[in-house]
């Protein structure tokens, strides 16, 4: 997903006199159309007549009346109104008494309903708000066939005689004379080439009751805007002061003039993610695809669809750190904030630390510390071990901790010797488990005496909390964004919150973009989700061959059917429907010239830089020129949005000083708050985990990955020197066997390693190869995130004897 950024309109002067002029105009037609003949009664006729203002010829407007649902029980849907902002599905209200406005919300009058409470069973306007509901529902049905997301669908029922502006559950309660200056208030939706269809698809939904006028229509038939022109004589059901006013419908439009346009995706889906956002699942689901595929933005409209359907409040939780404000922001514009107000976005951890903070039994969640803790263990207690012969590096360790025992909540011995390690591709023998045992239990020994915890720790203790207690919030759904990466014990967390409802918990991710060990089949958290498993195919976001090489990295690697979420491309082929320039690879001998290359790549970015700043690189051997289409010629980037992603955190900083110092502006990912500005994007492949950018640079993308032979026939060269195990971050094994030198000491991030002969020799290749293939899974998240052009840049030292 993309950061959005809020919009301006043009100067401030001529945007309030065009709003004015506008709204006099928009008077003057419903004013005339009070002189029509009068249908639904003098109210009904007063908010045809203002809506009917609206339409005509020229208008982005379209109004069909009198219509009636297919096989209804005498539900009558008194106006369809089609517009900029949207489908809006009208009634009246008939009943009586009338609802009047307290503390904002509409009563009904006395003596009548619960408490005085216009909905809820025995309540005066029950009925017709239900079938207002129903008839929102069919309108949804109606318009899906054309992408057309659900939330654009809103069900609004005008009292009329009453000024009111609010909602109850999903239905929008309006005055009549508050009615336009609502609607045109709204962001716009529809492109107005698109109002046409919206409607034409509403009246197949909708078939003409027959029978009665309205404001000069043939019943079924689109309301003729300006009937009854002005001094058409006075109303039968009021007069024109009741309508509108004219500065509260300038003032609506002089805003909405500010709002920049919705983005495609906002309202348009395809009819794939349409379905899912709407579907009723009996239980905890899950939709899996692969990058792009718009996973998120179904995670999105379904969030906001059923905090409106059915009230919230929906948690919608995400385990990338860096995304819940991208999501917050993207919901926020999508459904409004009264849809967002109802839609919880949070990080996993940071639902976690609210909620033991609400509940006073706060954790000391203090990961640098643990991290600190893990290296003291393994240094007193693993580093002389069984372990270090398969591999020396405490991280590979640590994640055995973390996510294989910590992460799947085991807490004794016995159930770690029996426990099948998914995804971890060494067998461990007993005497190395009893190794890994010890080193976990001084690890958790030096926590307790810090008084610490880690981020394992802090979940479990909240599951524990919820298990005591569940929590005061009855979340009607929990949506996981980004599953794949949800430990066992967070999944057992969320699943407490929900249950097995239908439509509770749904997950939400893509099995090949994993970047943790510590898979495990759902049953194992009890977690059926049998039959209730989508998966999305089409790649809204990258081009053809961006999408081929990340795709080239991981296809030889093997499938792990345990996960939550397997890869999508195990589900079947993924479809990309636009081309693009091929990812631009740099192959040079050294790092100078590989951050000169880069620096030339990224400075063509920025305005005034190319000119002047970064030194520029030698033509790169075997490369198009940046951003080069495949017949040639330079193309120059379209965008501003751009990322260096780097396999590291060492890595990123070295990188962000270097392009400081070539005055190239920087923002760290995690600092990232969406505001606009030319600063490029730094950070690692995991913080971009969920984001997405125009351009995004790879550099010291090394390794004898499959995108090497994909796109370089040097890789037989490669694979006849050995340079087959590039790994991410560790050394692995005891002896470093390296043909060349890739990458830097400060990096950690690209050293080659390859298995020793000897007795452990095949479990010290396995570490390698699942250590290579991790890099490669979070290599493959940074070049999927790319929407435009893609620069890898590699270090390949000239062969000793060349
Ligand atoms: N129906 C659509 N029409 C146009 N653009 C779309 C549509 N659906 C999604 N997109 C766009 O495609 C891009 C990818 O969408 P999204 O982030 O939801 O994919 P994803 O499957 O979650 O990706 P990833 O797993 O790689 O994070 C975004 O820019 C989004 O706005």
New binding site residues.
């Given amino acids: ?2 950061i959005v950024h809020e919009g301006s309109g043009g100067p401030a002067a001529e945007r309030v006199e065009l709003a004015h002029l506008e709204a006099v105009a928009l008077w003057e037609r419903a004013a005339g159309g009070l002189g029509a003949a009068p249908c639904s009664g003098p109210a009904g006729h007063r908010v045809t007549a203002a809506l009917g203002a609206l339409t005509g010829p020229g208008r982005p407007w379209r109004l069909l009346a009198d219509r009636r649902t297919r096989g209804d029980r005498g539900l009558g849907v008194e106006l369809l109104l089609v517009g900029p902002p949207g489908v809006f599905v009208i009634g009246v209200q008939r009943w009586v008494p009338r609802p009047a406005p307290r503390g904002g919300r509409p009563f009904a009058g006395g003596g009548h309903g619960v408490g005085g409470e216009m909905d809820g069973p025995g309540a005066p306007g029950h009925r017709d708000l239900a079938a207002l509901r129903a008839a929102a529902d069919l309108a949804e049905q109606g318009v899906a066939a054309i ?1 057309l997301s659900p939330l654009a669908v809103s069900p609004v029922l005008v009292v009329d005689g009453h000024r009111l502006d609010t909602v109850l559950g999903r239905v929008h309660v309006l005055g009549t004379a508050d009615l336009l200056p609502a609607l045109l208030r709204l962001p716009a939706r529809l492109p107005a080439d698109r109002v046409d269809a919206v409607a034409a698809c509403l009246a197949a939904a909708f078939p003409p009751a027959g029978g009665r006028r309205c404001g000069g229509a043939r019943p079924g038939e689109p309301f003729p805007a300006g009937r009854g022109l002005p001094g058409g004589g006075p109303s039968p059901g009021g007069d024109g002061r009741e309508l509108f006013a004219v500065w509260e419908v300038a003032e609506a439009l002089r805003a909405a003039a500010l709002d920049a346009p919705l ?3 906002m309202t ?3 009819p794939a ?1 349409v379905a899912l956002a709407r579907r009723r699942f009996t239980g905890p689901a899950r939709i899996a ?11 999105l409209h379904r969030a906001a669809h059923l905090a409106r359907r059915d009230g919230g409040p929906v948690l919608l939780v995400t385990c990338a750190g860096t995304l819940p404000r991208v999501l917050d922001a993207g919901l926020r514009r999508l459904a409004g904030p009264h849809v967002a107000a109802r839609v919880e976005t949070t990080s996993l951890p940071g639902w976690a630390t609210g909620f033991l903070r609400g509940r006073d039994r706060a954790v000391a969640l203090d990961p640098r510390r643990a991290r600190a803790a893990l290296r003291t263990a393994w240094a007193r207690t693993g580093r002389a071990s069984v372990l270090a012969a398969l591999c020396d590096d405490p991280r590979y360790w640590s994640d055995e901790i973390e996510h294989v025992i910590k992460g799947r909540g085991v807490t004794s011995y016995e159930q770690y010797t029996r426990l099948h390690r998914h995804g971890r591709r060494a067998v461990l023998r007993t005497r190395q488990r009893e190794a890994v045992w010890r080193l976990y239990e001084d690890y958790e020994r030096l926590l307790a005496a810090g008084g610490i915890a880690d981020r394992p720790d802090l979940i479990a203790a909240a599951l524990d909390e919820v298990r005591r207690l569940p929590p005061g919030t009855d979340y009607t759904a929990v949506i996981v ?2 599953a794949q990466d949800l430990s066992l014990v967070g999944l057992r967390l969320l699943h407490a919150l929900v249950g097995d409802r239908p439509d509770g918990l749904l997950l ?3 099995g090949q ?1 994993s970047v943790f060990p510590g898979a495990f089949p759902p049953q194992d958290a009890g977690v059926r989700l049998r039959g209730r498993t989508e998966v ?1 195919r089409v790649n ?2 990258g081009s053809r061959p961006i999408a081929a090489a990340a795709r080239a990295l991981v296809d030889g690697d093997p499938h792990d059917d345990a996960g939550v979420l397997v890869g999508a491309d195990h589900h079947g082929p993924v479809v990309t429907p636009r081309d693009g320039p091929r990812p631009h690879r740099v192959v040079v001998p050294d790092a100078t010239s590989h951050d000169q290359a880069l620096l030339a790549a990224v400075g063509d970015l920025v305005p005034g830089l190319a000119a002047t700043g970064p030194p520029r690189a030698a033509p790169a051997p075997g490369g198009a020129p940046y951003g080069a289409p495949p017949g040639g010629g330079f193309v120059p980037p379209r965008r501003q949005d751009a990322a260096v992603l780097c396999a590291s955190a060492a890595q990123a900083d070295r990188y962000a000083a270097l392009l400081r110092r070539a005055g190239i502006p920087t923002l760290p990912l995690h600092r990232d708050d969406g505001a606009p500005g030319d600063a490029v994007r730094i950070g690692t492949y995991l913080a971009a ?4 950018f125009g351009h995004v640079f790879l550099p010291h993308a090394d390794g004898a990955a499959h995108d090497d032979r994909a796109h370089d026939d040097s890789a037989d060269r490669d694979a006849a020197d050995g340079v087959t195990a590039h790994v991410g971050t560790a050394h692995v094994g005891t002896a470093h066997v390296g043909t060349a030198h890739v990458g830097t000491a400060a990096d950690g991030a690209t050293t080659p390693g390859a298995a020793p002969a000897g007795v452990a020799g095949s479990v010290v290749a396995a570490v390698a190869g699942e250590l290579a293939e991790v890099e490669r899974r979070r290599r493959y998240v940074g070049m ?2 790319a ?1 435009e052009t893609l620069w890898i840049g590699v270090i390949r030292p000239p062969a000793p004897d060349s």
């Fill in positions: 997903m993309a992408g983005e495609h995706w348009f889906l395809h993610q695809g692969a990058a792009g595929t718009g996973k998120t933005v179904v995670a964004d980004e939400v991710g893509d973009q999305l809204h976001r985990r969920g984001l997405e999927t995130r929407r």
